[in-house]
């Protein structure tokens, strides 16, 4: 047995009883595969039936005939027995109570009969005259009486086009067609025959109000009160309740009957009964004169199918006089004598009529007409809708146009709630939706329109990433309102069929061949329903509609807003009150006012600020005039919010590409969209609230951007004052609820970066305010962090620009004066952002962040003790004050705390290293100023040489050499200028200590120590020759004033042949001076080299050439005058001291520089090969 894909175990029974049952009847030796579900059930369990005694005369009524019975459901209150005709909307009435069904589970809806009807097309001369509707795979067929039509048309004027067309293409002579007496009396002994077999219970219920026998036509009457004379749409459009008239669903089973492959919702009001033996019987009364025909076993075979009936009960009467009655199988109806028929052909014809439907009933929302005239053997599928356009007529004179309108809304809104799971339902609603709004008119209904335009924007999720789906492109197919394939194979077949067209049937009320050209499809001839597969659905019933998804972020809001505008139209139009407002032209932009804040005061900014939070709950009336409450005010808030979010995600993408004019211009039409639904909103929901605090958030980084992009300025003017005619209308739209002026602050494009500084600080603070207060503060911790984090960065952003000012201040002074006021409020403010900025990152603990705030507020005290230090005079600048100390202990401390902010150069080795930097730079600052500028007039000369120690190896411990880093060289620099520093300072003691020989020793193993060490630095960086140059020079004058105090002529030349030793390694810095020279002159269209001072080489070189002559000199006095005999190897020396002498006495004073840098390299590198001395540059003393 087929299984239907849904769990049909889960439908519960609406009424009374409810039963799921399968059949698998067997026709012969093939079998026929049919399973029913019922759905939902009006009527109570089956009963057994009354077996009438012979000769009961069924022309006499019982008496309980025509009172209401829940046994026969309708048939109790109507004379004409099981409905055989269905009312116009009775598809609808189902369709609307199985939303879940439609559009994809099922392939057809419709009442019994009307599928009987098409089964038996083959078999029937009668006229069959249906309306089709597709909504997705599904098929709505409702009975379309064309003589009840066109009486109404002659009444209203409605439809006078299709008579006109139906009289000049099918019908000539049409005139309406009255039922005979003997049809009305054979639907009375019907009704009576059934009443006569329900068990003598029914008798006792009340007698309603029914319809005298002699009434002809009572039917048409019946009929003719289902149409709907007017449409109207009150309810809320997201709960649209059908229309009441006519689209009830009244059937008392619906049956999801499966027969084959085909899935069908069929409603059927058969009464069945049972008990006993047989648990389920249909009753059918027969005239035992008129034998049974093909069309009646088709009628009995289907009914029993689809109500899962297995035997049929036949009572045979003459002239209303009962005879007998027969049990039949069901399965041996198409059997019985006089009526053969097969199965397999009967199951043909159902996959053939399906396929022609579905192959052609294309357009959604449209209503065809399937036609076959009396007697004809042509079956015709006209596109109605198509047919009243180009008659010019309105298409709201289709009585069919607002329920299927209904129905595309609410499938749509049933799929809403499942794609939240599943985005492959995107493009099926949207198809649906857009069908549904080109049926509807504005002014007619326009709560329908707004909300399927809400909907359409709804699809767009804007917060939530792209998916890369494949099966979601932008290459859909087929058109928005089709789902057919436009390469059909059938077209072939179709083509071979319109040759057959001379071939037409021989009545005269049937139209000729050329008025073909109006039906959508024609089946030349029913006996080819019977052919199995001639009609084939080659897109195996399956809508091929994409979802047309955009990688553009952009593109796709504004795809949202376009849906949105014509949204907010629709309402707008709906508001009665337009007369009071002032007209307003959409073409006519809405300035976007520009004004520069600069010179705008603190305290006016603070107030226009705080507007910020107050956009919370306002109860007052709508500008519009709209009623709280109604659909127009539900409507325009979500609209109001969801063109708020679209704004914003266009803000942010503008951001994300440096298009900060922009995204100020989108964030600011986002904050107006929030300030109108705060002016129609009677309350903020948290989430509301959420979005509010993120849009605040995003304002704040535009205006930071915008301060820190000063240089672009006119581009993002440029950017900011654009704006499109969709923009415009939105802002319109907004204007009939709100002036939008309350965000007006934030949004300014300003020109003063201090100005977008503080308002950007002040969109953050608001930001927080709205995340810690009651509604939020449970739901936001994320976020709450990222503000958190943003307001710390704001508050290090501002500090930063008022510590650059104060920096800046202090540069321009001509004449250092004491610390002006405006640059110790500068301080002020600028400690204060720090501060609060700290306390922002540790309340999310950013150790990190916190770091680099701790390390600008120790710049920000090394440029206050910059400002405090002291002048004399013309003579530059005095001693070194306490107010310096003071700040550069402050500032030591702060990046001594930010190094324990962070523990350890793991956690981010960036800022570990930038602080390090800093903090040894501090220490350097602060030694070399208390060395070249000491405070002798406060501090005894050991104690400026304990301190200058103490931060000198404090900042050599901060040196970090051994890291491999951008760094490194300077740390090399630093490193080897603060050995320098401390050897000059130990030679200074040195020479200067008088009495304590210990301490004179001390100091002067410390300066050899330290000179050897600065010398090997300074080697290693290869760009530092004159520095390498001075120490080593330093280091001579070292070596002659410890010679100076020496008695003993061995221990002067000791010490003469170790100075000179130290100055043969000048000949690497020389080299390196060579080298530079060198380089200039090959490049002297570039000027000077930047990396060599000239003038401090000339300097450099007037000590180094007395001091080698003088060091020569006394080398060969105490040689010459030595009073042992000398060695050969002194010999050779003395000799080559007295060559490198004489050539330094007869060297040209007045020679270009390269030349005497050459000289000295020569009679270095001579020297050195003599003495033996190593390249190392070091030498222990």
């Not at 399965?331 to 159902?350: G, M, Q, W």
């Not at 960036?910 to 730079?921: F, G, Q």
């Amino acid at each position: 047995t087929l299984q239907k894909k849904k769990n049909q175990a889960q439908d519960k029974p609406i009424s009374a009883s409810a039963r799921c049952k399968e059949s698998s009847i067997c026709s012969g030796s093939s079998e026929i595969k049919s399973r029913a579900v019922v759905k939902y059930c009006a009527a109570p369990p089956p009963t057994s039936y009354a077996l009438l005694q012979e000769k009961t005369d069924l022309k006499l009524p019982p008496a309980n005939w025509l009172r209401e019975n829940p046994q026969l459901g309708s048939a109790g209150t109507t004379i004409l027995g099981s409905s055989s005709k269905s009312k116009p909307f009775s598809s609808f009435g189902m369709a609307y109570e199985f939303i879940d069904c439609i559009g994809d589970d099922v392939d057809v809806v419709s009442d019994s009969e009307n599928i009987k009807k098409l089964l038996k097309i083959p078999y029937s001369k009668s006229h069959l005259s249906m309306a089709v509707h597709r909504v997705g795979r599904t098929l709505l067929l409702d009975e379309l009486d064309i003589q009840e039509l066109f009486m109404r048309s002659s009444q209203t004027g409605d439809w006078t086009w299709l008579k006109e067309f139906y009289q000049r293409l099918i019908d000539q002579k049409w005139q309406r067609k009255k039922k005979s007496k003997e049809h009305w009396y054979q639907k009375a002994i019907l009704s009576k025959f059934l009443y006569y077999s329900i068990n003598g219970d029914g008798a006792a219920e009340p007698q309603s109000d029914g319809l005298n026998e002699g009434e002809e036509d009572s039917g048409a009457d019946e009929f003719s009160s289902s149409w709907p004379t007017a449409f109207t749409s009150t309810s809320n459009a997201e709960e649209s309740e059908a229309p009441k008239q006519g689209l009830r669903n009244d059937f008392v089973r619906n049956i999801m009957w499966t027969f084959e492959d085909i899935h069908m919702l069929v409603g059927s009001n058969m009464p069945i009964f049972g008990g006993g033996r047989y648990p389920a019987v249909s009753l059918r009364l027969r005239d035992n004169n008129k034998p049974i025909n093909i069309l009646t076993g088709i009628d009995y075979w289907l009914d029993n199918l689809m109500c899962n009936v297995p035997e049929l009960v036949m009572c045979f009467h003459v002239n209303g006089i009962v005879q007998k009655y027969e049990m039949i199988k069901t399965e041996d109806i198409p059997h019985l004598e006089n009526s053969t028929f097969s199965t397999r052909v009967v199951k043909d014809i159902a996959q053939n009529v399906l396929s022609f439907l579905k192959s052609n009933c294309t357009k959604e929302g449209h209503t065809y007409w399937l036609f076959k005239a009396s007697g004809s053997d042509i079956v015709k599928l006209y596109d109605l809708t198509t047919l009243c356009e180009e008659a010019e007529e309105e298409k709201y004179q289709n009585p069919f146009t607002l329920p299927v309108a209904v129905l595309l809304y609410k499938v749509a809104s049933n799929l809403m709630l499942k794609a939240r799971q599943n985005r492959k339902h995107y493009g099926t609603i949207r198809t649906l939706l857009l069908n549904c709004v080109k049926l509807l008119h504005q002014d007619r209904h326009p709560q329908i329109i707004a909300s399927a335009h809400y909907m359409l924007s709804e699809l767009f999720q804007l917060d939530e990433p792209l998916e890369e789906d494949g099966g979601e492109s932008l290459r859909a197919g087929g058109s928005e309102d089709s789902y057919s394939d436009e390469d059909r194979e059938e077209e072939e077949e179709e083509e071979d069929l319109t040759e057959d067209s001379d071939d037409d049937g021989s009545y005269s009320n049937c139209s000729s061949p050329q008025d073909d050209s109006k039906a959508v499809a024609v089946i030349r001839s029913v006996g080819e329903l019977s052919v199995p597969e001639k009609y084939r659905s080659t897109h195996q019933i399956r809508p091929s509609c994409a979802f047309p998804v955009s990688q553009d972020k952009e593109e796709r809001c504004r795809l949202v807003l376009s849906y949105v505008l014509k949204g907010l139209k629709a309402v707008d139009g709906s508001i009665k009150k337009e007369s009071d407002l002032p007209a307003a032209d959409p073409n006519t932009p809405i300035p976007l006012k520009y004004e520069d804040r600069s010179a705008t005061g603190a305290c006016a900014t603070e107030k226009g600020i705080s507007l910020l939070l107050e956009r919370g709950e306002q109860k007052h009336t709508t500008r519009s005039g709209m009623i709280p409450g109604s659909w127009q005010h539900h409507m325009k808030l979500k609209l109001f919010f969801k063109a708020s979010k679209a704004y914003y995600v266009l803000s942010d993408a503008a951001t994300n590409l440096l298009k900060y004019g922009r995204a100020l211009r989108y964030i600011k039409l986002s904050l107006q969209c929030y300030d109108a639904y705060c002016s129609v909103s009677g309350t903020l929901h948290p989430h509301v609230l959420l979005f509010h605090s993120q849009c605040l958030s995003l304002c704040g980084d535009i205006q930071l951007m915008l301060a820190q992009n000063a240089n672009n300025r006119a581009a993002y003017l440029e950017e900011y004052s654009y704006q499109t005619k969709e923009d415009q209308e939105i802002l319109h739209s907004l204007h009939r609820e709100s002036s939008c002026q309350a965000f007006s602050m934030a949004t300014d494009l300003a020109m003063d970066p201090e100005y977008q500084l503080f308002v950007s600080s002040k969109c953050y603070e608001a930001a927080y305010e709205l995340l810690v207060s009651e509604p939020l503060k449970d739901l936001t911790s994320d976020q709450l962090s990222q503000v958190l984090k943003r307001l710390g960065n704001i508050r290090n952003e501002m500090g930063v620009y008022y510590m650059n000012q104060a920096a800046a201040m202090q540069a321009e002074k001509e004449v250092k004066k004491s610390v002006s006021a405006a640059e110790q409020e500068m301080w002020k403010k600028s400690f204060g952002f720090f501060e609060k900025g700290m306390k922002d990152f540790e309340a999310i603990g950013d150790s990190t962040n916190t770091a680099l705030l701790l390390c600008n507020t120790g710049r920000l005290m090394r440029i206050c003790a910059q400002a405090h230090c002291n002048l004399s005079g013309d003579e530059g600048r005095g001693e070194f004050s306490p107010e310096e100390a003071l700040y550069y202990n402050k500032a030591i401390d702060y990046y001594l705390q930010a190094m324990k902010a962070l523990a350890s150069r793991e956690k981010h080795s960036a800022v570990w290293d930038s602080v390090n930097w800093e903090l040894s730079t501090t220490y350097f600052t602060l030694a070399t100023l208390l060395q070249d500028y000491a405070p002798v007039s406060r501090k005894a000369q050991e104690q400026i040489e304990r301190e200058v120690t103490e931060a000198m190896m404090k900042s050599l411990k901060y040196c970090d050499l051994q890291t491999d880093s951008a760094r490194q060289p300077l740390y090399q620099y630093r490193a080897a200028t603060i050995h320098h520093r401390l050897a000059s300072m130990y030679h200074s003691c040195f020479r200067n200590q008088v009495g304590d020989e210990h301490l004179r020793k001390q100091h002067r193993s410390l300066a050899e120590l330290h000179y050897s060490k600065a010398v090997s630095l300074f080697l290693s960086l290869k760009d530092a020759p004159c520095e390498l140059l001075r120490t080593l020079l330093e280091r001579v004058a070292f070596a002659e004033f410890t010679m100076a105090g020496q008695n003993s002529s061995t221990a002067k030349l000791k010490s003469l042949t170790g100075a000179i030793e130290i100055m043969t390694e000048t000949r690497h810095a020389f080299q390196l001076i060579h080298k530079e020279l060198q380089e200039e002159q090959t490049e002297v269209t570039n000027g000077p080299m930047a990396g060599l001072n000239l003038q401090e080489v000339m300097k450099l070189i007037g000590v180094f050439e007395p001091s080698f002559s003088f060091l020569l000199l006394q080398v060969i006095k105490l040689m010459t005058t030595a009073k042992r005999k000398p060695s050969n190897k002194d010999e050779e020396l003395l000799k080559t001291y007295k060559n490198v002498y004489s050539k330094l006495l007869r060297a040209e004073k007045n020679a270009p520089l390269v030349s005497r840098v050459e000289l000295y390299v020569e009679l270095l590198q001579q020297l050195m090969q003599r003495t033996g001395s190593d390249d190392t540059g070091t030498r222990k003393p």
